[in-house]
């Protein structure tokens, strides 16, 4: 390409000078501006800054970051004085700014800046879970493995050898999930062209799960039930709730104030934090009434309104789940009768348990779907489209039976009175 230069002096370069440059000949014009600058004009009358200088006895051009106007002359001048230091001092400025852009360059595609992005525009507009995903991808396994790589770089053989590192260490369910959240990740990578192909797809899952059915026995719900009294606010108030509602774990641990109406007996899970994406009304039986009563508002520093129901600051929900809940089930088994353990058990098995009570007590199965905002089961499938009946008056019913049952199998009565309080209307 041909460049002219053109012999002005470069005191003659002056602000007006640079603003009324234009391409000589049509052709890219170099013109000096004095200690090795130059302003660049190309043929589309567009100017940048150039730095020529010699660097290990070859001759060498770094330009400017950014183009006229955005940097004038007095700024050119300043910068090219500054990149002339450097070469005093052995330092290329060209070599540098590659350097910065190779760095940038990495950066962009670096698997927790890419994921981070990921995150933002996917997960948390549209996921109540959005959190969790976020650990398994920056977090853990994920995080410490890949945090640092370029996203590009990472193969099959990099995924299978991630997943056969979390089975061996003893955690296989955490590797499914772990593939469960890989893939909707790098198919978005796939679809943002950013990487060609996705390295998880085509993985099956590292591990064979099977579908629990725990359900807790009389016995066991009672001695966790008391356990959660011993524990105290704010985790065992909310294993009660979990057990009196049946609702899910994240829906109970985050529920707030605002969502309550104790005088109706009514809360109203919102759309955003419904796993079904569409709000949910729960009926509260007595005992769920009498915990809520009785439960500290605690607001935030600076605050003077209580915001959630289950915290130690106020500030966010309560999240010590893990060290709370082996606190809980050490206090659970002083409360089974001699002779008995507590077998292992899961938060969400006192759902399962809520569901298999309900039924025991005679709850038609799609009133207690009902109440547990469930999809499947016999309210799934075209049953779902034309079923539009909330049966309000019968999840009412089977929320105070159910409590009905839980008092009494936690009280000083005999527990587990399933006919007696059939018969009684309940």
């Known amino acids: 390409m041909a460049t002219t230069t053109t012999t002005k002096r470069t005191r003659t370069l002056t602000d007006a000078a640079v603003a009324a440059a234009k391409p000589k000949n049509g052709e890219r014009t170099e013109i000096p501006a004095g200690g090795g600058l130059y302003l660049v004009v190309g043929k589309s009358g567009a100017k940048s800054w150039a730095y020529r200088y010699r660097m290990g006895g070859k001759p060498r051009k770094w330009t400017l970051p950014k183009s006229y106007p955005e940097i004038g002359l007095r700024a ?16 290329d400025p060209a070599g540098e700014r590659a350097e910065e852009r190779a760095a940038e360059r990495a950066d962009r595609f670096r698997f927790s800046t890419v994921a981070g992005e990921y995150l933002d525009r996917v997960v948390r507009p549209r996921m109540r879970t959005a ?40 955690a296989p ?38 579908s629990r059915d725990r359900v807790l026995t009389d016995a066991e719900l009672r001695a966790i039930y008391r356990a959660a009294e011993h524990v105290g606010y704010p985790f065992g108030r909310a294993v009660q709730m979990l057990i009196l509602t049946g609702q899910r774990r994240s829906e109970v641990l985050e529920a707030r104030w605002s969502e309550f109406d104790l005088d109706a007996g009514t809360w109203t899970i919102p759309r955003e934090r419904s796993k079904t994406d569409r709000a949910h009304v729960v009926h509260l039986s007595a005992p769920a009434l009498e915990i809520l009563r ?49 077998a292992p058990w899961r938060l969400h098995d006192l759902r399962r348990t809520f569901a298999s009570g309900c039924a025991r007590l005679g709850v038609p199965v799609h009133v207690t779907e009902k109440a547990l905002n469930h999809t499947g089961g016999s309210m799934g499938g075209i049953v779902a489209v034309y079923q539009r009946h909330a049966f309000l008056d019968e999840r ?27 018969r009684a209307g309940a």
């Open 76 to 91: 050119a001048r300043a910068m090219a004085n500054e990149a002339a230091a450097k070469v005093e001092r052995g330092i």
């Open 131 to 170: 959190d969790v995903v976020a650990r398994y991808l920056t977090a853990g396994d994920v995080g410490a493995a890949w945090g640092a790589r370029d996203v590009r770089t990472i193969t099959r053989r990099d995924v299978r050898d991630l997943l056969d590192g979390v089975v061996s260490r003893g």
């Open 173 to 210: 369910i955490m590797a499914n999930r772990l593939l469960d959240r890989m893939k909707p990740f790098f198919a978005w990578c796939v679809e943002r062209e950013i990487i060609p192909a996705s390295p998880a797809a085509g993985i099956s899952k590292p591990s064979a799960e099977t």
């Open 294 to 342: 009785g439960l500290p508002r605690i607001a935030a520093e600076g605050e003077t309104r209580a915001v959630y129901l289950f915290t130690t600051t106020g500030a966010s929900p309560f999240s010590g789940v893990t060290k709370a809940l082996a606190r809980l089930e050490e206090a659970a088994g002083d409360f089974m009768p001699d002779g008995e353990a507590l």
């Open 396 to 422: 009412r019913d089977a929320l105070e039976t159910w409590g009905r049952f839980v008092a009494g199998l936690v009280g000083d009565r005999p527990a587990g009175n399933v006919v007696e309080l059939r």
